[in-house]
């Protein structure tokens, strides 16, 4: 059940391995799947935001 909730792979739950880039796109992706259409269009904007930004400060 923790492992569904924090979408973290059998792995890492039960290894100790380190939470990595990985698992944190699949728990985005499990964000994103239960959103509208109008939430993906918000956090397709905000995303193109950030990656402006941070383009902006290397």
Known sequence: ELMLR???SVDQ????TPV???T???QL???????SDN???IVTAT???ISEVEKEDK
């Open 24 to 26: 944190k796109r699949r």
């Open 39 to 41: 939430g993906i269009r």
């Open 20 to 22: 990595g880039k990985d």
């Open 13 to 16: 739950f039960l290894l100790d």
């Open 29 to 35: 992706d499990a964000l994103l799947d239960d959103m």
């Open 47 to 49: 995303a193109k935001e």
């Open 6 to 8: 924090y979408n973290i």
